[in-house]
């Protein structure tokens, strides 16, 4: 494991990225995950196994630590760079129940259900502005393994929201040692009374409420820690 610089060159805008932020440790998992479903054939998979909960281990790939009590991956946020200002973007959908109908009886659409729910699910309509910004590329430090890292973000082909509607795609992504990954796999949320934080003249922590490790989306995981603010 030595210290590394991750680079995503990006080559569209990122959707809705200052809402939370994102962490390398939770994209590796996610690219991971990918990897393993293709691998073993579906998430129920062979054996019962579950490549989403398997790609919880990153230990191949990254070193963690143990803090307070707490065990977190040496791997930083995702920064951008950002080129632009932040501007809105509208978008729309709108489906038509005739043309679905239309879409079942030509098994087009697999669905035997003889209503469509325009409020809520797959056929929902709506009209939303989604919060874009321009950036030339994310920057990430990790404490891990450069050839095992590389083959797995070499797979990343987009980052952050709404990458199916184009956003956040990857051009490239280079994987280099750096010796200041030492220091700046640290900013990411640190379990509560954290020490070895201290000394870095270029952050300082605030108390939060946050997730520590992959999977970030689950709020029930969330607990106290320290989040870094840039300086």
């Not at 809520?120 to 990790?142: K, M, T, V």
């Amino acid at each position: 494991m030595q210290p590394l610089h991750i680079r995503f060159d990006l080559v569209s805008p990122l959707a809705a990225f200052d809402k939370r932020p994102s962490y390398l440790d939770g994209l590796l998992s996610g690219a991971l995950g990918e990897k393993l479903v293709a691998e073993i054939g579906g998430d129920d998979g062979s054996a019962g196994r579950d490549p989403f909960q398997e790609a919880l281990d990153l230990s191949k790939f990254i070193a963690d630590v143990e803090i307070g009590g707490e065990r977190v991956w040496k791997a930083s946020r995702l920064f951008p760079s950002w080129t632009g200002p932040l501007h809105w973007w509208t978008m729309t959908r709108k489906t038509d129940p005739l043309v679905y109908k239309q879409g079942q009886e030509s098994g087009l659409v697999k669905s035997n259900r003889a209503s469509v729910d325009l409020n809520s699910g797959q056929e929902r309509n709506y009209f939303w502005y989604l919060p874009i910004r321009e950036a030339s590329h994310l920057d990430a430090w990790c404490v891990g393994d450069r050839d095992a890292i590389l083959s797995l973000v070499s797979s990343v082909r987009s980052v952050g929201k709404y990458r199916k509607n184009g956003f956040g795609l990857v051009s490239q992504v280079r994987v280099t040692p750096d010796p200041d990954a030492d220091i700046k796999w640290r900013w990411r949320p640190l379990p509560d009374g954290a020490d070895e934080c201290e000394g870095d003249p270029d952050v300082t922590y605030v108390p939060s409420f946050e997730t520590l490790r992959p999977p970030y989306w689950d709020a029930l995981a969330r607990k106290k820690c320290r989040i870094p603010l840039l300086l």
